[in-house]
């Protein structure tokens, strides 16, 4: 089965698909493997790491699409990429495809198998293919140091003898994969650190970290079969928003990271909350770039808002984009050996898996994934 591993073209995008180590396992496996010419440069490989391994170095990008089996990627095609490609072939990236309705028919219409990255099951099986957790990990972390390299304040307590410095107030709203990261580096920075999640299971695992649970009682929340939170009615987030808004003034980071899966992510921090903060705080909205959980926090920017600092700069883990390249690149080799015939030497599609279906969200000129389907048809 021939490979093609593309330069990902998104503006500020550092990270890579496939790093060379695990090009070389993809070309043990019995793959053909061409990579365009520079493809790792950002992240810090070199074309000759990749010959070493046994890649093909591709010149020609519309080549390398033209005569692709399968693409492995990180971010979504554009149009033209998609009319690139042959009928049949295999396409593997991010896709967002509760939103890209466009993309998920241009490849119906394309006759490509398109799987997508953010709808891997959150199995036990499948953990080690999963992107949205090995990348949120990472977003957890660069949270914390973007929001202490901004704060003009140290994390620890420090007690010297020209006086105690009090440690800095640090609040997590949401303790998923990223909020528990976030709380465990803010911990480790010596911050005092407190969270909020609405789903109760949560409360256990922030406290291992050492943080405090705020408890709220918003009545039902819970969630759905998958682990993902369920939507708050508007009455719960409005809750929600008075309960926290002493802690969110008390505090000098405040980082959000509440998601709810498929589905606009709730605004939770209001704009006089911010304005209740002390200047030279700051707040890191993780969500910034998908409809944010801060008013007024802008998708790409860091903003001054009255001398808050607000940090919406968005793709997180590509600031650390050698060791997100990495978890990435093996969260997609492991999805492909997953599926790898042994005998064909090529990727299988096979509907009876209790992963790929799942993920897998065009097929045979058809969107076959029944979530997605019913959302754009
Ligand atoms: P996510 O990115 O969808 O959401 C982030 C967090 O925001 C979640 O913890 C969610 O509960 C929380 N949230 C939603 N609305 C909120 C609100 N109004 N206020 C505060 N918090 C709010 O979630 P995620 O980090 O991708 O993972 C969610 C969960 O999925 C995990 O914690 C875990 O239970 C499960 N999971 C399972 C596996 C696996 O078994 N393979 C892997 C990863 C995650």
Redesign the pocket.
């Known amino acids: 089965m021939r490979i093609a591993i593309p330069r990902e073209t998104q503006p500020g995008e550092n990270r890579v698909p496939i790093t060379p180590d695990v090009a070389k396992k993809l070309v043990r496996m019995g793959a053909d493997l061409h990579v365009e010419s520079g493809m790792g440069t950002t992240s810090g490989f070199t074309d000759e790491q990749y010959t070493e391994v046994g890649a093909s170095i591709a010149a020609d990008r519309s080549e390398l699409f033209a005569n692709a089996d399968m693409l492995l990627r990180l971010n979504k095609p554009t149009a033209e990429e998609i009319a690139l490609m042959k009928r049949g072939a295999i396409h593997i990236s991010y896709l967002d495809p509760f939103n890209e309705h466009a993309l998920v028919n241009a490849f119906k219409d394309a006759g490509i198998t398109a799987i997508s990255m953010e709808m891997i099951?959150?199995?036990?099986?499948?953990?080690k293919m999963?992107a949205?957790?090995s990348q949120?990990n990472l977003a957890g972390y660069v949270m914390v140091m973007k929001a202490a390299a901004a704060l003009p304040r140290i994390f620890p307590m420090m007690m010297t003898p020209a006086g105690t410095l009090k440690p800095a107030n640090v609040f997590v709203?949401?303790?998923?994969?990223?909020?528990?990261q976030a709380i465990a580096t803010a911990k480790r920075l010596g911050a005092k650190v407190t969270a909020?999640?609405?789903?109760p299971?949560?409360a256990e695992?922030v406290q291992s970290l050492g943080a405090k649970f705020l408890e709220i009682d918003?009545g039902e929340?819970g969630?759905t079969a998958?682990?993902?939170?369920?939507?708050?009615t508007p009455e719960?987030?409005e809750m929600?928003r008075q309960a926290q808004k002493d802690v969110i003034a008390k505090s000098d980071v405040v980082i959000?990271?509440?998601?709810?899966?498929g589905r606009k992510?709730?605004v939770?921090v209001t704009k006089d909350m911010v304005d209740g903060m002390m200047p030279g705080s700051v707040i890191v909205d993780m969500a910034a770039e998908t409809g944010g959980?801060v008013e007024g926090s802008v998708p790409g920017e860091t903003v001054d808002c009255d001398g808050v600092t607000l940090i919406g700069t968005g793709n997180w883990a590509s600031d650390v984009a050698r060791d997100a390249s990495q978890m990435y690149s093996s969260n997609l080799f492991n999805l492909v050996e997953d599926n790898w015939s042994e005998e064909q030497k090529a990727f299988e599609v096979d509907f009876e898996d209790d992963i790929l279906p799942g993920c897998i969200i065009t097929h045979g000129g058809e969107i076959t994934n029944e979530t997605i389907k019913n959302i754009i048809e």
């Open positions: 099951p959150r199995t036990t099986r499948s953990q999963d949205l957790s949120a709203i949401g303790a998923g994969v990223a909020g528990l909020f999640d609405t789903r299971v949560v695992q918003l929340t969630e998958g682990g993902y939170a369920k939507e708050l719960q987030v929600q959000t990271t509440a998601q709810v899966f992510p709730p939770l959980n």
